[in-house]
């Protein structure tokens, strides 16, 4: 969303070697740095004391639907730290890696690049970006393993996560001097009960998009990373080593309770029914957040539903909805409300073309939970009809 065409081809963006050998290296050794992360957490104790977690903010929904884009809109309020791309050569030791790492003379990323996933948005090392992932799945094992439900929620302990996860977000906040957090936490969908119970005064922003424009978007992404599995599989290497399993043959879905739901899914990939896969799952995912709303007025009154539709078409309005819900000031942030009222639009760089069973398969299985974000999706397929022999999403 931040420049006008994608990238040429010989403009994608690259690992650098020493960033891929250092990832692989915390990710082996990630027991020594978790107690790594302990020990600058007792050493900074006294200073710790006096750094509150307020109000996190976390940007969570399926991908492809604005997170991105919205993190580093909030990246840039002064009040607001997020974790950023060279965070993911160091996750466990924010407040010693923020000292050290200005101090390396490596250049990599200094400069912005486009974003492995072609979609407009140019990176630099200091971009934010979703990095607690790697600290959740270090915790949770199991959360991506699709034969366990991921689901946290107030029934959720684990003492150890907990206080290395308030510890993490306070050396952050120290590093930075800066007092409020926001995260792209895409996959903490499932877990804001959970998170409440950590932080009561957490505030989420729920992304959703229509599903028939999603469903093209995710399936573009999972083109791009299967091309990527085949001609530079290291890229796919760092993304899963940093808790990141969302695209492609290689994505992990979500367990939340029904795992029927996923043998469905993994059958309709098997006969080649990918558009109906990835609309099921847009289904299923959006229906269980929904449930929880309605089921849990606290949690609902924390949450904040952002469309990408008003996001890009209405980009002012939906800009004030964010900024009231987080409770970030206002004023300090109007500059920042101006530029990205002016640069948020809709993609122009590709539209989707299913034919006329892919766009029935799509309004079919995501039709009833769709209404209740305000969609309609017959009226949205009726718009993207395309001729049957333009079949699959550009």
């Keep these: 969303m931040s420049a006008p065409q994608p990238p040429a081809p010989n403009q994608r963006f690259s690992v650098p070697a020493g960033f891929y050998w250092a990832v692989r290296g915390v990710h082996a050794g990630a027991p020594l740095f978790v107690g790594l992360g302990n020990l600058?957490?007792?050493?900074?104790?006294?200073?710790?004391?006096?750094?509150?977690?307020?109000?996190?903010?976390?940007?969570?929904?399926?991908?492809r639907a604005g997170t991105t884009i919205s993190l580093q809109m909030l990246s840039e309020h002064p009040d607001v730290t997020t974790h950023k791309y060279a965070d993911f050569l160091m996750p466990y030791a924010p407040y010693a890696w923020n000292w050290?790492?200005?101090?390396?003379?490596?250049?990599?990323?200094?400069k912005p690049v486009p974003r492995i996933h072609r979609d407009r948005i140019q990176v630099t090392r200091d971009s934010a970006e979703m990095g607690e992932e790697i600290l959740w799945e270090r915790f949770f094992p199991y959360i991506h393993d699709e034969t366990q439900v991921s689901v946290l929620d107030a029934n959720t302990s684990n003492p150890a996560f907990e206080r290395f996860y308030k510890e993490h977000l306070q050396k952050l906040l120290l590093s930075r001097g800066r007092p409020r957090y926001a995260s792209k936490a895409i996959m903490c969908v499932i877990r804001m009960r959970y998170l409440r119970k950590i932080f009561p005064d957490a505030r989420f922003?729920?992304?959703?998009?229509n599903p028939i424009d999603h469903v093209a978007s995710l399936l573009k992404?999972?083109?791009?990373w299967d091309e990527l599995d085949r001609?530079?599989?290291?890229?796919?290497?760092?993304?899963?080593?940093t808790g990141h399993h969302e695209f492609g043959s290689r994505q992990i879905m979500a367990n939340v309770g029904d795992p029927a739901v996923l043998r469905e899914i993994h059958q309709l990939r098997d006969s080649g029914r990918t558009v109906r896969a990835r609309a099921r799952y847009w289904s299923y995912m959006y229906d269980f957040?929904?449930?929880?709303?309605?089921?849990?007025?606290?949690?609902?009154?924390?949450?904040?539903?952002?469309?990408?539709?008003?996001?890009?078409?209405?980009?002012?309005?939906?800009?004030?909805?964010?900024?009231?819900?987080?409770?970030?000031?206002?004023?300090?942030?109007a500059a920042t409300r101006a530029a990205y009222t002016e640069k948020l639009s809709l993609p122009d760089y590709y539209r989707p073309k299913f034919d006329a069973s892919e766009l029935a398969d799509i309004v079919e299985v995501t039709d009833g939970v769709a209404k209740r974000f305000g969609y309609d999706v017959s009226a949205i397929a009726e718009r993207a009809a395309v001729p049957a022999e333009a079949k699959s999403p550009a």
């Design 40 to 63: 600058e957490s007792r050493v900074l104790a006294r200073r710790l004391a006096d750094v509150r977690v307020d109000r996190p903010v976390y940007i969570c929904g399926l991908p």
């Design 100 to 110: 050290l790492f200005p101090k390396i003379p490596v250049d990599a990323m200094r």
């Design 205 to 209: 922003l729920l992304y959703v998009r």
């Design 221 to 224: 992404q999972d083109r791009i």
């Design 231 to 241: 001609d530079d599989p290291r890229q796919i290497e760092i993304i899963e080593m």
């Design 289 to 333: 957040v929904l449930k929880q709303l309605e089921s849990d007025p606290g949690l609902a009154k924390a949450v904040c539903i952002v469309r990408y539709e008003d996001l890009c078409g209405d980009s002012a309005e939906t800009i004030d909805r964010i900024v009231r819900h987080t409770e970030l000031p206002a004023e300090p942030f």
